[in-house]
Structure formats: structure tokens, C-alpha cells
């Protein structure tokens, strides 16, 4: 059984950055491969970003260059560094490992 909450979203404006987390319990963490999706109101959720045990990453075009996917074995902690945020990256982002979800967290860029 895995669990997995995220934090750190909020409102923030154009051109800004936040960092959103992941924090997971149970699992064998370090080994598996962990992803980073979003949902915007009225559409379906999509990739943004995975980081696999050996820290391969791989981005969607859309946030590639401005976001960063880590995590830290120790914390069993995965991270999002969103920088250069636009209007369109507004969206609930959810952490996924294998077939469990966090509640996501709301993101906000707006003026």
C-alpha cells in the first residue's frame, strides 16, 4: 500500500515559480519510477513529467525547460520545480507511482 500527498501549490503570477511535493509512504520508493500529471478544468489529465529509480527524467514539450523533476530517496519525497509558470499551466497536479494518486494539489497562475 502506497500513499502519496502533495503540497506546495498556490497562486502565483506570470513569469513566477513554485515547488510542489510529493511525500509517499510505504512502497520501496528509491526503486520505482514516479510521475508528475495535471488536470485543467474541463480537460483531461495529462503527463507533465517523470523521474525513474535511477533518476532518468523525461518532460512533456509544454513544460519542458521550465520544470524540473526530483526526488530525494532518504525523504521519499518527490519534487516539482515549475519555473517561468503561464496561465496555461494552471491545473490540479497529481503524483503518481505505479497504480496510486495523491488529492493533488491546486495550481493558480494568474495576473
Known amino acids: 500500500q502506497v500513499q502519496l500527498v502533495e503540497s506546495g501549490g498556490g497562486l502565483v503570477q506570470p513569469g513566477g515559480s513554485l515547488r510542489l511535493s510529493c511525500a509517499a509512504s510505504?512502497?520501496?520508493?528509491?526503486?520505482?519510477?514516479m510521475r508528475w500529471y495535471r488536470q485543467a478544468p474541463g480537460k483531461q489529465r495529462e503527463f507533465v513529467a517523470r523521474i525513474g529509480g535511477g533518476a532518468s527524467t523525461i518532460y512533456a514539450d509544454s513544460v519542458k525547460g521550465r520544470f524540473t523533476i526530483s526526488r530525494d530517496n532518504a525523504k521519499k519525497t518527490l519534487y516539482l520545480q515549475m519555473n517561468s509558470l503561464k496561465p496555461e499551466d494552471t491545473a490540479v497536479y497529481y503524483c503518481n507511482v505505479v497504480d496510486w494518486w495523491g488529492q493533488g494539489t491546486q495550481v493558480t497562475v494568474s495576473p
Open positions: 510505504g512502497g520501496i520508493f528509491s526503486i520505482l519510477t
